[in-house]
């Protein structure tokens, strides 16, 4: 268990040590060191998971990271579409993986998009992985990959038509459904499938982990809006053909508008956490825990980069104290229950707090995307 762990303690991600991931020739060792420069939000959370569960996971999220490299990487839409469909593809036949397609290193603009290149082009050392799982943990991974690589290419499309920009709140809601909701939806059928349950769920079910996911990758966004803006992609209309002299300006008051989206949907964090199938004693509930904990430690320090007055410095959750709320949580679900409780009342008085202007559709619109409807699309087209 150690291991895992101490890796991503370790690991620089600001500065990955591409030299040396470059020389591992054992899958085992890949795996883990990838994994910290591939996931930023998840990787912590997954190497405290239960062994049975870590690898899958671990797994699933570096398929999860190639498919967004393509969407990020490759130039032109068609080269999107192409290398995103031929990686869905490997998983028609699940027993015996096809290649992946290979990415030129010149593509990568920094040392993060370089490791990200690597892994892509080290995705047999991934497949080694995926062969060793059960029968049922492939199908759940091959689902993902499905669900994420479509949603990638209707990604594409929608940037490509709208010259870079996504233009309702609904295509917003729609992207990180894509890129994050389907890893929730994920993690939750595999903890069902460890638990001895059904990995099928209520429609209920479906769109809380639509909105926990979206704010998560709220989150992703939100960190970076610059470095997206340089590279031509907008999550918001009111940023492309801003002056340079007022790109500053409004990239603030973006980042303002989605963490108080974000702020908004954490009220499916309590009934989203509390429902996950555990036993008494779960590392797989604190695995969740920390999640969270992450998750709202971002948005604290968001909210002050935005100019927003949501949280004072008694709701700062600091490392020691997040450990705390991380063991009790592990060995009791009523204190996770009670963790979640206090979540709850800090983020809807931080939320009320900043008196969110009526007016800002990108915070209070979320009835144009139903994931509902989109998941039975899919499958009436399968």
């Given at each position: ?25 054992d ?36 398929y ?7 969407e ?58 995926f ?14 990959v ?60 479906l ?31 009111q ?26 949907g954490f ?26 904990i ?14 927003l ?34 979540l ?22 979320d009835?144009?995307f ?13």
């Open positions: 268990m150690l291991g895992p762990i101490f890796t991503n303690l370790l690991a620089n991600r600001r500065k990955p040590r591409l030299a040396k991931l470059s020389q591992i020739n899958p085992e060792q890949f795996l883990w060191r990838i994994l910290p420069h591939a996931a930023r939000t998840f990787s912590f959370v997954i190497v405290f998971l239960p062994p049975r569960m870590r690898r899958a996971l671990a797994i699933a999220y570096l999860c990271r190639m498919l967004d490299t393509y990020d990487l490759l130039p032109t839409l068609p080269q999107k579409e192409s290398a995103l469909k031929r990686f869905i593809s490997r998983f028609d036949n699940p027993g015996d993986l096809k290649p992946a397609p290979v990415l030129d290193s010149a593509l990568a603009a920094d040392a993060q998009e370089r490791t990200h290149v690597l892994l892509v082009n080290r995705a047999a050392f991934v497949d080694h992985h062969h060793r799982l059960t029968y049922l943990q492939r199908a759940t991974i091959c689902r993902l499905r669900r994420m690589g479509e949603g990638m290419i209707w990604a594409s499309r929608i940037f490509k038509k709208q010259d870079g920009a996504l233009q309702t709140p609904g295509q917003l809601s729609r992207y990180c459904w894509h890129v994050l909701g389907t890893p929730i939806l994920f993690a939750d059928e595999m903890q069902r499938l460890d638990q001895r349950l059904s990995p099928q769920i209520g429609e209920d079910r769109r809380q982990c639509a909105v926990v996911g979206e704010v998560i990758q709220l989150a992703n966004i939100t960190r970076d809006l610059e470095k997206d803006v340089r590279r031509g992609i907008f999550y918001h209309p940023l492309p053909g801003t002056e340079d002299s007022r790109r500053e300006q409004g990239i603030r008051d973006v980042r303002a508008q989605l963490v108080l989206r974000a702020l908004r009220r499916m964090f309590p009934p989203f956490f509390n429902a996950i199938p555990a036993a008494p004693i779960s590392r797989a509930r604190g695995a969740a825990m920390l999640l969270i992450t998750t709202y430690g971002y948005y604290w320090r968001a909210a002050q980069k935005a100019g007055p949501a949280f004072d410095k008694q709701q700062r959750i600091t490392r020691l104290s997040g450990a705390f709320i991380w063991l009790k949580c592990v060995l009791s679900p009523r204190a996770a229950t009670r963790f979640l409780s206090w709850d009342t800090m983020v809807k008085s931080a939320f009320e707090r900043c008196q969110p202007d009526k007016d800002k559709v990108f915070i209070w619109e009835g144009e139903d994931v509902v409807k989109i998941l039975n699309k899919t499958t009436s087209n399968d």
